[in-house]
């Protein structure tokens, strides 16, 4: 498939991260990340349970943007069962970052001094909780120094260096999967947990993303290409999961 | 049973300054809005505001009524980040205690239940005891399945002065009804406080709450509530479903205040310095 977009791509590599996840709550946040949530449960991966956006778990895949597309209501899930979810372990969440290090540490609460932020951001919201409790993968869809640095201003979703010095006990729960950006996808599967290089979306050499990141990756010597999507994950994007292009809001072509 | 009928300006008259407010609803969702601007009118000063943070935070900063605010976000939902609370972060005038989401919840259900802290793993690793700075951790006196010892985050029980917060249906005695598709937290909200207020879209006979939906959607009882203020659209601007959605033109209206003083002067003169909710209802057309 040659002519998918970079957002398409980006797509494909969100969908990618709930491969193997089965039957547990898939809650990607964002127009990207629910696109590519919902084209992981509509391809490769049936069992996965999905929101749609607010208080109902529904059975059939969705348009992203679309409020009154109807709805298979499968469950109800306010915000108080949510929490018995998440802290019962049956969740993969995929959150942004304002920031993120080489361990994964992730800020979206402010950015500067606690006491007088340079910017205030969305606060801790749930990612102190999400990280200790359940699998937590990330999108960002502007990758760049600025947000790939070498220290977070603080810390809301927890990096493998900070779990690492918990109780083992403490951090049984912990587990980061995949980073993926408008450029590559990272990972952890390292010798020391650190971001790992796995895969390059098409047009992407490892200097550019090298050039956009403000600490060392760990680069295996072959990196494999990002995988395009399929001739029918490409109607479900287009046609279904995504008729008014908001994916390319967030990833221009 | 009691007849607990009150209005907004009486509600706002029971305050004191430095008190601990809670308000139910989530974001710029199903917010007291009417008794939020009862106390931006008042001379009540110094509280500290404990809230899943929306509009009722970022007014009540920008009405000068606010010395520290204990939150997870403040958000407008449509528009991710309240203006004016961001405008007083950044100038640095209101104190904060930040948590987690789901800790939030569990102060709030610590205080209900009337114990000191509840243990969560929720927190662990993160910088949450930096923004939280009294929060402390706890040995559990239980073996984890490696035999060892583990700590888990005492969220500590967040106890509040007064609650307040809004339903869609309730009676005067104030039992309390909400028909959207989500309850929030305002159960535990009024549970955790000494003096608790529901404003109502709508007071009716208690023989005609259960006819409106299924008796789940009956989630305030009388034992929670002190006093019940009948505010047709006293949620607005944030969304009361189904009586209302949120009102994102005059959201985006009220969020545009926070770029300019004259902007802000103009708004309260035209919404909040008018009178009550009937005139506020009459200067907003609803």
């Not at chain 1, 009154?68 to 469950?75: G, L, N, R, T, Y």
């Not at chain 1, 010095?165 to 950006?181: C, D, N, Q, S, Y």
């Not at chain 2, 205040?257 to 919404?271: L, P």
Request: charged share 25%; hydrophobic share 40%.
């Amino acid at each position: 498939m040659t002519d998918a977009t970079r957002a398409e791509i980006c797509v494909v590599a969100v969908a990618e991260a709930f491969r193997g996840d089965g039957e547990i709550l898939a809650n990607p946040i964002g127009n990207v990340p629910m696109i590519g949530g919902r084209l992981a449960r509509a391809a490769f991966e049936p069992d996965l349970v999905m929101t749609d956006g607010e208080a109902l778990l529904v059975g059939n895949t969705l348009p992203v943007g679309l409020d009154d597309a109807p709805k298979v209501v499968e469950s109800w899930n306010p915000y108080r069962a949510m929490f018995n979810v998440v802290w019962s372990g049956r969740r993969h969440v995929m959150m942004g970052a304002s920031q993120i290090d080489a361990y994964g540490n992730q800020n979206f609460a402010l950015i500067g001094d606690p006491a007088k932020p340079k910017a205030q951001l969305l606060g801790l919201r749930g990612a102190p909780g999400n990280t200790i409790n359940d699998t937590t993968s990330y999108w960002i869809p502007n990758h760049s120094p600025k947000v790939f640095v070498e220290q977070v201003d603080v810390v809301c979703g927890v990096g493998y260096d900070r779990a690492r010095k918990l109780h083992p006990a403490e951090r049984r729960f912990h587990h980061l999967k995949h980073v993926i950006t408008n450029l590559c996808v990272l990972d952890f599967e390292s010798s020391d947990d650190r971001m790992r290089l796995r895969s390059l979306h098409s047009g992407v050499t490892v200097d550019d993303v090298v050039a956009a990141t403000g600490f060392e990756l760990v680069i295996p010597d072959d990196v494999p290409e990002s995988r395009f999507p399929t001739d029918d994950e490409l109607r479900l994007i287009r046609e279904v999961i995504d008729p008014n292009d908001l994916r390319i809001k967030e990833v221009p072509a | 049973m009691p007849d607990k009928r009150i209005s907004e300006d009486e509600v706002a008259a029971e305050l004191r300054d430095g008190m601990t407010i809670g308000v139910g609803g989530w974001g710029s969702r199903r917010k007291p809005m009417s008794l939020i601007r009862a106390i931006a009118r008042s001379p009540v000063k110094d509280l500290t505001l404990v809230s899943y943070g929306g509009p009722d935070v970022g007014l009540l900063c920008r009405a000068g009524k606010v010395k520290r605010v204990v939150f997870a976000f403040v958000s407008l939902d449509s528009i991710p980040l309240e203006p004016h609370f961001r405008t007083a972060r950044q100038a640095g005038t209101v104190e904060t205690r930040e948590l987690d989401e789901g800790m939030f919840l569990l102060g709030l259900q610590a205080a209900a239940w009337r114990v000191p802290f509840l243990p969560t793993r929720a927190g662990l690793g993160s910088d949450v005891f930096r923004l939280y700075p009294e929060l402390r951790t706890v040995q559990s006196p239980y073996r984890s399945p490696d035999g060892e010892g583990e700590e888990l985050v005492a969220v500590p029980a967040l106890e509040l002065d007064v609650a307040l917060v809004h339903m869609n249906r309730g009676d005067a005695g104030g039992n309390g009804q909400y028909l959207g598709v989500d309850p929030y937290f305002d159960d535990l909200f009024c549970m955790a406080a000494e003096r608790r207020f529901m404003s109502v879209e709508q007071v009716l006979p208690t023989d005609d709450l259960a006819g409106n939906g299924p008796v789940q959607t009956l989630r305030i009882n009388r034992l929670m509530v002190d006093g019940v203020v009948e505010a047709p659209f006293g949620a607005h601007f944030t969304s009361c479903p189904p009586d209302y959605e949120r009102d994102e033109t005059f959201q985006r209206e009220y969020a545009a205040t926070a770029r300019d003083d004259d902007a802000w002067d103009a708004f309260r003169a035209r919404y909040l310095d008018v009178g009550g909710h009937d005139e506020y209802r009459k200067a907003v057309g609803l």
